[in-house]
């Protein structure tokens, strides 16, 4: 069963702005995490967020989340050509990293 | 730096053969999972495991199995190969309680 549903579910823009990519959830979680996936590569760990956590930043990453909605967004500032790719969220029960369940993605394009 | 290798990265099977996708990390991260991503439906966990001999069944384990008989192996059985079983498997690993590092994929085609 898919926990994480990305939206929206293709996105397309031009180098220099903002993306913005939402993650909604249906049960309690210990974290939330955001994936990239590059065509006919394997998944890069972006950022974690905790369940106990609003806003996490990591270069030009933003991650909200808000447990009350079941939802997150991953911001991507400046955006450039190498962000093109596939965006996945993660959602983990218990903190284990065992289980995680993940979204069917985000594709985003960022045109030169 | 090999990080998680995946061997093979494409393999063709027929209905009812069976095969094994390798699975090995150097980085004596403690847990492995194996996943199968089909398009529109994001990563599926098929299998994983804690540690070395500890196996434990996902989300979607039937046709597969497993074992770990090392910290550094976790190969992925398929026993009777059927077309619903052609997907691109990934297998990850981590530290306990930390972020997944995946393998570049196998892609496999049941026909």
């Known amino acids: 069963s898919q926990q994480g549903e990305e939206d929206p579910q293709a996105l397309s823009i031009q180098e220099g702005e903002n993306a913005t990519m939402n993650c909604s959830y249906k049960?309690?979680?210990?974290?939330l995490q955001w994936y990239r996936q590059n065509s006919g590569r394997g998944l890069v760990h972006l950022i974690l967020?905790?369940?106990?956590?609003r806003e996490k930043h990591s270069g030009r990453l933003r991650v909200t989340l808000d447990t009350s909605k079941k939802s997150s967004s991953l911001l991507i500032t400046a955006s450039r050509a190498a962000d093109t790719a596939s965006y996945f969220c993660?959602?983990?029960?218990?903190?284990?990293?065992?289980?995680?369940?993940f979204g069917k993605g985000i594709t985003l394009s960022v045109r030169p | 730096n090999a990080g998680v290798t995946q061997t093979p990265k494409f393999q063709v099977l027929k209905t009812g053969q069976s095969m094994t996708l390798q699975c090995a990390q150097d980085?004596?991260?403690?847990?492995m999972s194996w996943y199968r991503q089909d398009p529109g439906m994001g990563l599926r966990l098929i299998h994983y495991?804690?540690?070395?001999?500890?196996?434990d069944q996902g989300e979607v384990p039937n046709g597969y199995n497993v074992s770990r008989s090392t910290t550094e192996d976790f190969p992925l059985r398929l026993l009777s190969a059927a077309p619903s079983q052609t997907s691109v498997y990934f297998c990850?690993?981590?530290?306990?309680?930390?972020?997944?590092?995946f393998g570049n994929g196998t892609r496999l085609t049941v026909t």
């Open positions: 980085m004596n991260h403690e847990y």
């Open positions: 049960t309690s979680i210990n974290n």
């Open positions: 993660a959602t983990d029960p218990s903190g284990a990293n065992s289980k995680l369940t």
């Open positions: 495991s804690v540690g070395a001999g500890i196996t």
């Open positions: 967020i905790r369940s106990n956590e």
């Open positions: 990850a690993s981590s530290y306990f309680r930390s972020p997944l590092h």
